[in-house]
């Protein structure tokens, strides 16, 4: 693979080799872990928000700069307004001042986080990448500088620690694996969340992230597509399903009265390989007969607002809610998406809900309660399938992936973030009949992040990204090298995104598929053709060149 913003496999090698401080091998070059330097090189670092972003959100400081200006342009008081911001904070949320005080430095988060086995930088352990901003709370905000001066561990806010915040603060993707191994029960990534909404105070952000804040404000989605091109989308979908099946299938948007709001990511309807997890979900409803509609306002399941502000996460969601109680419906089904389910299972109720206009969702076809949804209101996709295969609402034939042998992402924000395990393993296993567990680990709770979620999947910052991703990369290539893996199957949008190109370059030939795009191909519509292709088209198995037809 070759990105200008990213050392080659093997240049990687040789630098693990020969470059020094070798931060891989845990050297730092006879340095002390706090003056090692912040170094912005191509490859590190995410392109700023533009002005016209910043304008559109009424965020701080719109102007052109880049991490590697030695002069940010810092607006005028940038420290009061640091300083009052994280004394507000420390006052509203009351796990981050809890984060801040209750660290006993026992280190059993160091090794724990991706970025910090990718990269081997010291500031990467999320003990110390929280210390990057607890210096500056001791210093500002407890007696403990005055007390114990130089052994308090306290340090200035100046443009350095800035500059040290970007950089760390976007070096972690707030997947919370080091909060599964810390007896204190710290979550930094709530720290990362607090410190990135400090630094959008003074304007010290990231494009990636904005550019779709800003297009989900003004449109519903975070590609910014209008109400009509959505729809259009979804219906050239709708136009590949029948060349694929022989199946017409028909959603209706916007639809007053239906009982169920589908929602989900817009990388499902816009990007490759999410295109097919739609074509699935669409077969899949068709197949059932489901009463639903897709809104073209709502038209995005995924929140950027959550790696910016509480304010904006929480104006994010709302839309969704909002849609659902114009539309009349009963209840919301979420499709196969990331953050999004992180937002409406663990902020959701005390931001915007609970959601009591609509009813406790309830599915149609199989009678069955969805208690853990009683508040939001709203079921994730993959425990809505499971329910239907349970009580054999669903004809598969799992041979027809037969051409792909699969292992299972666990992506962050549903693993840990809500705790589903099983659903997803369960259909899996009713659609395909080659299924491989990458080692225990490195899965469900113990999941290791794609190396880019949090809206740090940026082309720019791709050398980060594949060393971050490094420890999920080397679990595929486990279960690849011992069990001929090619197919590696994941629920969020933000890894269906990000993990082709982390596939591509350290295990080429493993192709990222959405669960539903599997569950598609297995399903055995009424009046199909014979199906020979799966939804990419691609010859299942049996029909390939070569292959005897049957
Ligand atoms: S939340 Fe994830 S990325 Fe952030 S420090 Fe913890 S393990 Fe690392
Ligand atoms: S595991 Fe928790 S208490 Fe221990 S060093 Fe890490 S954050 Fe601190």
């Not at 709001?261 to 068709?286: E, K, N, Q, R």
Request: hydrophobic share 35%.
């Amino acid at each position: 693979m070759s990105n200008k913003y990213a050392l080659k496999p093997d240049e990687l090698k040789k630098e693990f080799e020969q470059k020094k401080p070798r931060l891989l091998k845990g050297e730092f070059g006879g340095k002390d872990w706090w003056d090692l330097p912040v170094e912005f090189r191509d490859g590190n670092w995410c392109f700023p928000a533009k002005p016209e972003v910043l304008d559109e959100l009424h965020f701080a400081n719109p102007r052109k700069w880049a991490a590697t200006d030695k002069d940010w342009q810092l607006p005028a008081g940038w420290e009061k307004t640091i300083r009052d911001g994280m004394k507000d904070r420390l006052k509203r949320f009351r796990s981050f001042k809890v984060f801040m005080d209750s660290c006993v430095r026992c280190g059993a988060c160091a090794d724990k986080c991706h970025f910090f086995l990718g990269t081997g930088d010291p500031k990467n352990m999320p003990v110390l990448r929280a210390e990057l901003v607890r210096s500056v709370y001791r210093n500002d905000f407890t007696g403990l500088a005055k007390i114990l001066k130089d052994f308090s561990g306290s340090r200035t806010l100046t443009q350095d620690v800035i500059k040290e915040w970007h950089m760390y603060f976007h070096q972690c993707t707030e997947c919370r694996r080091c909060s599964v191994f810390c007896p204190m029960g710290i979550d930094t990534a709530e720290i990362t969340m607090m410190v990135r909404e400090l630094l959008n105070l003074i304007g010290v952000n990231n494009n990636w992230i904005l550019a779709p804040v800003a297009n989900c404000n003004r449109t519903g989605n975070h590609l910014g597509i209008e109400p009509h091109t959505f729809e259009q989308n979804i219906m050239s979908l709708v136009d590949d399903i029948e060349d694929v099946t022989g199946v017409k299938v028909n959603p209706t948007f916007n639809r007053k009265g239906a009982e169920i709001l589908f929602i989900t990511p817009s990388g499902d309807v816009f990007a490759d390989p999410g295109v097919y997890t739609m074509m699935g979900y669409l077969l899949l409803f068709h197949h059932i007969g489901l009463d639903y509609t897709i809104s073209t306002y709502a038209s995005e399941g995924g929140n950027f607002g959550m790696f910016t502000s509480n304010e904006m996460m929480k104006k994010i969601n709302a839309k969704m809610y909002h849609e659902a109680k114009r539309l009349g419906v009963k209840w919301i089904l979420g499709g196969e998406c990331g953050h999004m389910w992180r937002v409406v299972h663990q902020y959701m109720n005390t931001m915007n809900g609970p959601a009591d206009f609509l009813k406790e969702p309830v599915s149609p076809i199989t009678g069955t309660k969805f208690t853990n949804a009683k508040t939001t209101k709203m079921v994730h996709i993959a425990e809505f399938t499971a329910d239907l295969i349970k009580h054999g609402k669903l004809k598969l034939d799992p041979t027809r992936n037969d051409h792909l042998r699969t292992t299972f992402h666990d992506s962050c924000n549903v693993a840990r973030g809500m705790g589903m395990f099983e659903e997803p393993r369960y259909v899996l296993n009713k659609v395909c009949n080659v299924f491989h567990e990458m080692p225990e680990n490195t899965i469900k709770e113990q999941t290791f992040c794609c190396g880019s979620g949090s809206g740090l999947n940026a082309e720019e910052f791709m050398d980060t990204r594949m060393r971050g991703g490094f420890p999920r990369a080397s679990a595929v290539a486990h279960v690849r090298e011992k069990h001929k893996v090619d197919s590696l199957v994941t629920i969020c949008a933000i890894d269906r995104a990000s993990l082709p190109a982390l596939m591509r370059y350290w295990n080429p030939g493993v192709t990222v598929y959405g669960l539903h795009e599997l569950v598609g191909n297995a399903l055995i519509m009424q009046g199909e053709k014979k199906r020979t292709e799966d939804l990419r088209e691609n010859p299942m198995a049996g029909f390939g060149e070569g292959d005897d037809d049957e």
